[in-house]
């Protein structure tokens, strides 16, 4: 399950969004993309694109030595996320911890993209709500 740990603070999220249109976001394979963006914010970034009528089959990554956070950026009510069983739809603007060890994929049968941030870090990060 993704835990919600509450809001980006307004700043900050506005900060990642306009990392999100710096890069190149065109659909790769599956009509999806991960676009690592750097070390930003205490940690290692990635944005993730999710076109419509598309998905990030199940899988499991290896674990990492940290926590790894969501925030959405851009969603549609066709969004949908799956962890260990449980299915969800996130909210934009919210931050997400999440074991990417542990089964998880995404769905989008929207009509719009889905973008999330990703971000690794090996310290918690309670300053960010």
């Avoid at 949908?80 to 449980?86: A, D, K, M, R, Y």
Wanted: hydrophobic content about 40%.
């Amino acid at each position: 399950m993704y835990h919600h740990l509450g809001s980006v603070e307004r700043s900050t999220f506005a900060e990642m969004v306009d990392a999100s249109t710096r890069i190149d976001l065109a659909p790769g394979p599956g009509a999806s993309r991960i676009t690592p963006i750097g070390s930003r914010w205490g940690g290692f970034a990635s944005v993730v694109a999710v076109y419509p009528s598309a998905q990030l089959v199940a899988h499991k990554d290896a674990p990492i030595a940290g926590f790894r956070y969501h925030i959405p950026l851009d969603l549609n009510d066709g969004c949908w996320v799956f962890h260990e069983g449980t299915w969800q739809q996130l909210e934009v603007g919210h931050l997400y911890l999440m074991n990417p060890a542990q089964t998880h994929g995404a769905v989008n049968w929207g009509p719009t993209r889905r973008l999330h941030l990703i971000l690794d870090r090996t310290t918690a990060w309670p300053s960010i709500v």
